[in-house]
């Protein structure tokens, strides 16, 4: 097993980690987000999975072993390990998915996992540098992407699909919309419902009209409706003549324009 340790000093880096991550074979992945809006880091290791490597794969009796016993292992390793982060009061979360994921924000908690678990890595996300992760903490409305959203939008304007967004401001956003071309704006698939659904007729049968209901239950409070648009002079101008109250609002900063200010 490969392993070489970080530097120890009293505040490693961000270009530490990157390195030790080179160094040990595991890829290095820029985040483009605060996770939890709160971590840097997202470390994924192998889940031993039991139900996964044995019901699903339908594994024979000797794999069934061998999960196991690798089950019971990794979770004893990283039972120590969680007691080691707890002792030097170090925040985490952990989330089991396919991969077992571990989010922080001291880089010490990797050069402990590399001594603790190495084999386990399958790789890491965190900011390209200093300035992303200033970036990502400044300002939760700035989202690090590589691309723009569909390569051509710079800022997602995001609404629930209230009673009153349907009423009020849809009729501004189509009124806006009229006023760009398509390469400047773009509506989510939620809003062309709500239009479509206002424009079917209604119905007084009850029978029918439940009918239609339990077939159509159109745009809920709760859905997510989306406007993009692709440069600051239009999201401003947006902002002007589209009245309510968004529920986020997102600007795009490319990777590409982190680097060059390296």
Not at 88 to 93: A, D, F, S, T
Not at 161 to 176: A, N, R
């Amino acid at each position: 097993m490969k392993w070489v340790s970080l530097t120890m000093k009293s505040l490693l880096t961000i270009n530490d980690v990157k390195l030790a991550a080179k160094a040990n074979d595991i890829d290095y992945k820029n985040s483009t987000k605060l996770y939890y809006k709160t971590f840097a880091f997202n470390l994924s290791m192998k889940h031993i999975n039991i139900w996964h490597h044995i019901y699903r794969d339908q594994a024979s009796e000797q794999d069934i072993q061998d999960t196991r016993q690798l089950h019971y292992q990794f979770n004893n390793i990283y039972n120590k390990f969680t007691r080691l982060l707890d002792s030097k009061n170090i925040e985490y979360r952990t989330r089991r998915e396919l991969n077992f994921n571990l989010y922080f924000n001291n880089p010490e908690v990797f050069e402990l996992a590399l001594k603790s678990f190495n084999e386990y890595i399958i790789e890491i996300f965190g900011p390209l540098h200093d300035n992303h992760l200033t970036t990502m903490k400044n300002s939760r409305k700035i989202v690090v992407r590589e691309n723009l959203w569909y390569k051509k939008y710079r800022f997602k304007i995001s609404y629930r699909g209230t009673t009153e967004f349907q009423e009020t401001v849809i009729p501004s956003i189509m009124e806006y919309k009229d006023s760009l071309s398509d390469n400047e704006i773009k509506l989510s698939s939620n809003i062309y419902r709500i239009l479509d659904n206002k424009m079917k007729p209604s119905y007084t049968t009850s029978t029918f009209t439940n009918f239609r209901r339990f077939h159509y239950r159109g745009v809920q409070p709760w859905h997510t409706c989306t406007v993009y648009l692709d440069n600051e002079e239009n999201y401003v101008m947006y902002k002007m003549m589209v009245p309510g109250e968004s529920d986020t609002e997102h600007e795009i900063l490319l990777l590409s324009e982190l680097e060059s200010d390296k």
